[in-house]
């Protein structure tokens, strides 16, 4: 596996695949994504519990057409957002976690592929703290090493995106960043000057304006670190 190369699950769309975490205590090590680019939204036909295993293979890259088994990497965990249409409700995160393969996960360092980045930290004061004109890189698999900064956090305030899987969707919860995007560096992570990971990126438009999803409340709560 390449961390900031492209993939996702299978018989969907990739995205770009960029940060590895795990609980301090245990060895399992999780891929931390978007919904939309390894859980397809959280729309499956059916609970979790009973999707078969092969609907939960995540791969790098995206095979075509669908195999279960070639360029597996892991397997979709039930910790998932599920992204709703705006005729439905608010979404206030759009996150994922795989659990590697074993074999997977030991060959698989933190270096971004495209940059050779390694992060090796995440940013623990709320999004709301962060000032107009933080400077900002984009990891992605489109984009990698992209510059850009902060315009601010939405918190309440609603973001559209559409997404085939569901169609328009209303969010919040995310922070608004200039950057230059485009589809496929979905997943990748965002940091800062300090290399601290702020967040991973969920959309962007051609005007140069994207939105990523802010990771540390939720490593915090979780009990997560960076791999």
Excluded at 55 to 82: E, H
Excluded at 198 to 222: D, E, M, N, T, W
Aim: glycine share 12%.
């Amino acid at each position: 596996m390449q961390l900031g190369a492209s993939g996702g699950l299978i018989c969907s769309s990739s995205g770009t695949l960029g940060v590895l975490v795990k609980s301090p205590d245990a060895p399992d090590i999780f891929l931390l994504s978007c919904s939309h680019v390894i859980a397809n939204c959280g729309q499956f036909p059916g609970s979790y519990a009973d999707l078969p295993d092969f609907r939960k293979v995540v791969q790098q890259p995206v095979s075509t057409p669908c195999d279960a088994q070639a360029n597996r990497i892991g397997l979709l965990q039930d910790d998932f957002s599920v992204i709703v249409p705006q005729s439905q409700g608010v979404t206030d995160s759009d996150r994922a976690l795989a659990l590697l393969d074993p074999d997977v996960a030991a060959e698989t360092t933190s270096s971004q592929a495209a940059t050779g980045n390694s992060i090796r930290d995440f940013a623990t004061e709320p999004p709301s703290s962060w000032q107009y004109g933080m400077v900002t890189q984009l990891l992605g698999a489109m984009n990698p090493g992209a510059a850009g900064f902060i315009m601010g956090y939405n918190g309440d305030t609603p973001e559209y995106i559409g997404f085939p899987a569901v169609g328009m969707v209303q969010f919040t919860g995310l922070v608004r960043y200039a950057t230059q995007s485009a589809e496929g560096d979905s997943g990748a992570p965002v940091v800062d000057e300090q290399n601290r990971l702020l967040g991973i990126h969920v959309g962007g438009s051609s005007a140069g304006v994207a939105v990523f999803y802010p990771v540390g409340p939720y490593l915090l709560q979780k009990g997560l670190v960076l791999v």
